[in-house]
């Protein structure tokens, strides 16, 4: 078993930044691929970006050039950091994790997610 802890989230100004971060512990493995996901209230799960396990990263088209992700191996911890925060970018954001295959925007292909943490970006 993976535990996922989500943290960084808040309530922001459009235009301002947030670093999320998220605390793997359990049976952790280099192998995993990590990535980030959000939903907002009333909308279906978003993927937002994957780092995978050979350190290749991938964007939804919306954050290219925003968001960052970024993986700390040695701690277990992968981070999101978001410049330029817009207000559809509200939501809850998950950390997930995955081993083997993945088809990365399919929120059905992880085996382990957090809690989330509410991100509010405010107008």
């Known amino acids: 078993q993976v535990q996922l802890v989500e943290s960084g989230g808040g309530l922001v100004q459009a235009g301002a930044s947030l670093r999320l971060s998220c605390a793997a512990s359990?049976?952790?493995?280099?192998?995993?691929?990590m990535a980030w996901f959000r939903q907002a209230p009333g909308k279906e799960r978003e993927f937002v970006s994957i780092?995978?396990?050979?350190?290749?990263?991938y964007y939804l088209d919306s954050v290219k050039g925003r968001f960052t992700i970024s993986r700390d191996s040695a701690k277990n911890r992968i981070h999101l950091q978001m410049n330029n925060l817009k207000p559809e970018d509200t939501a809850v954001y998950y950390c997930t994790a995955g081993n083997g295959p993945v088809m990365p925007t399919n929120w059905a292909s992880y085996e382990y997610w957090g809690q989330g943490t509410q991100v509010t970006v405010s107008s």
């Open positions: 359990g049976r952790t493995s280099s192998t995993y691929h």
């Open positions: 780092s995978w396990n050979d350190g290749r990263t």
